[in-house]
């Protein structure tokens, strides 16, 4: 009977409160201040708003340590007027297309490898993931040794096999894809460590009654988890993009552009238009490379998940 009676007594207890709590308006209390929120502002501001804006300033003028002068879009003008500058977005597109599509590819694979029942699966995960953690500076060095076209241990080792290796990073049909598969070798650990959370993620049910259905492993990967691992899938490519667009260090370490501009990418013709004192220009590239930056990523993460799986 008490039981009875608290369970009776709940319910106007509710309803006696809603009127008051209707009443107090439409007054939304927040746990914290809005002072709070200050600090965060004013270091946002200070290293991100003031810069951005500066830089937009600075792009339209002639400038120098000292002294600047207004000269309008003259820097754009000039930038998509130079051969090198053209070539350099050019192959940062290309370089952007070519790392993040093997990044897909690769980590995903990898990690449907890497999920199955398989012998020191804890090691092999250490090992792919291993590449991620060493300096890129240390990677590049450590590849141009490899890719030295005359005593380089790949070629070496192909030449064994009775095969004459190319100048990989001297040949200027194969420099910017050298460091390319240099990068996605380096990247792929972390391509692969989100899509093993992502499919870990999925239900073991949505397996087991593939299989009691007759599902073979194909149809597994085809109908489960390639679908079901579309998020994972949507963030590898949303953080290889913007990796692969804003790509220099890699590239400088091992060909600083060469031979030629044949492997040069925006940001490292911006670093080379700073070392020359073309101020100016440089800043218009930084600009140019932000706007390519935000015009591919902002629709493309728009358009990847406006999707969802339906189960």
Request: hydrophobic fraction near 50%; proline fraction near 5%; aromatic fraction near 12%.
């Amino acid at each position: 009977m008490r039981s009875v009676a608290i369970t009776s007594v709940k319910p106007r207890e509710r309803s006696k409160t809603r009127p008051a709590a209707s009443a107090a308006g439409s007054k939304v209390y927040r746990p914290y201040s809005n002072w709070f929120y200050l600090p965060t502002a004013i270091i946002y501001g200070v290293l991100f708003l003031v810069p951005t804006f500066a830089s937009l300033y600075f792009s339209l003028t002639r400038w120098s340590l000292f002294e600047s002068k207004f000269i309008g879009l003259d820097n754009f003008k000039l930038f998509f007027q130079e051969p090198a500058l053209v070539k350099g977005f050019t192959n940062t597109l290309i370089y952007a297309v070519v790392t993040s599509g093997s990044k897909v590819v690769l980590g995903l694979l990898l990690a449907v490898l890497l999920t199955s029942q398989i012998v020191a699966r804890g090691y092999l995960r250490s090992v792919v993931f291993f590449p991620v953690l060493v300096s890129t500076i240390g990677v590049g060095l450590t590849f141009t040794v490899l890719m030295n076209p005359e005593k380089g241990l790949i070629n070496e080792s192909l030449g064994l096999l009775g095969i004459n290796g190319p100048g990989w990073l001297t040949d200027p049909k194969w420099a910017l894809l050298s460091v390319a598969a240099v990068d996605v070798w380096k990247g792929v650990g972390l391509a692969t460590l989100i899509y093993i959370a992502g499919i870990v993620s999925i239900p073991r049910e949505y397996i087991e009654a593939a299989r009691v259905d007759g599902a073979g492993s194909w149809q597994q990967f085809r109908r489960i988890v390639l679908p079901l691992s579309r998020p994972a899938t949507v963030t590898v490519i949303i953080l290889s993009l913007i990796g692969g667009l804003r790509s220099f260090d890699l590239i400088w370490a091992m060909t600083r552009g060469g031979p030629g501009f044949t492997s040069d990418v925006i940001a490292s013709v911006i670093y080379k238009q700073y070392q020359a004192g073309f101020y100016g220009l440089s800043t218009a590239g930084n600009v140019v490379l932000f706007i390519t930056v935000t015009a591919i990523i902002l629709p493309l993460s728009w358009f990847l998940n406006r999707k969802e799986v339906d189960l």
